[in-house]
């Protein structure tokens, strides 16, 4: 039984203020007993309300993104092992926005995911292909090269530390998300390639669906039996839509 498990990716958005009121309005939402596992991705800046307000919610958080160098004259970053001396549980690695805008390519990916493995955080791996990709019919093999790269010569320690976040690019952000029937295809391939590099643990690691989700779809991704959650940008800015979604799961 894998729980389900619904991230809000806020990416570049909100104030010290504005998150101080999202978490108390979430937490007034949420119920203490609950089937799914939330997660917050807020920028590094609000990192410090999410430990100061999550704690003791049950609501787990994490960064975005971290360098995977411990420490060092890396000028603007932040690295993993400050990012979980925080308190963070989870970190995002290979955002397709990223993967674009800032030159992260499947070598820097790898390293995220082995530093956040290594320093005690949860990577949750994003891989998609772009429009031209999937149109010329190479979607899976893109993903599969994304997931072969990232995951090179890794020991998973368990099923629960790996999330894998399937995020066709040209559905992030777009309104346009995938069709469900493409997003389960693909997560199955996924699914079977865990399980091939993952013996044992592969069949048991949570692949969540990304682009475009929003309440009014969320549980057409949420039902689909290789998806096990969903990665969410737009629609997990307002509290209430953010746990709209995820009580679909
Ligand atoms: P979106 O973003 O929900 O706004 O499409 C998803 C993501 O980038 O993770």
């Not at 939402?29 to 997660?39: D, G, K, N, Q, W």
């Not at 999410?50 to 004259?73: D, V």
């Not at 959650?229 to 709209?244: I, K, Q, R, T």
């Amino acid at each position: 039984m894998r729980t389900p498990i619904v991230a809000a990716n806020w990416k570049m958005h909100k104030t010290c203020e504005e998150a101080v009121s999202y978490f108390r309005r979430l937490l007034e939402l949420v119920p203490a007993r609950r089937e799914v596992e939330l997660v917050i991705l807020p920028p590094a800046t609000l990192l410090f309300l999410a430990q100061k307000h999550l704690a003791g919610s049950g609501i787990a958080w994490g960064a975005q993104h971290a360098y995977p160098e411990p420490q060092g004259a890396f000028t603007g970053e932040v690295s993993v092992t400050q990012v979980a001396d925080l308190g963070a549980s989870f970190l995002v690695c290979g955002h397709s926005e990223r993967r674009r805008l800032f030159g992260e390519d499947d070598g820097l990916v790898a390293r995220k995911v082995r530093a956040a493995l290594e320093g005690g955080l949860i990577p949750i791996l994003c891989v998609g292909e772009t429009l031209e990709e999937r149109e010329a019919g190479r979607a899976w093999e893109v993903v599969r090269g994304q997931l072969a790269a990232a995951l090179a010569d890794l020991e998973l320690p368990s099923p629960e530390r790996l999330v894998i976040a399937y995020e066709p690019v040209w559905a992030i952000g777009t309104g346009v998300a995938a069709r469900p029937q493409d997003a389960q295809e693909v997560a199955a391939r996924i699914r079977h390639w865990l399980g091939e590099r993952f013996p044992g643990l592969g069949e048991r690691v949570r692949i969540q669906y990304g682009g475009s989700v929003k309440p009014d779809n969320a549980s057409d991704f949420l039902a689909l039996p290789d998806i096990d959650g969903a990665l969410v940008g737009g629609a997990s800015l307002d509290p209430e839509s953010f746990w709209e979604i995820a009580r679909a799961a």
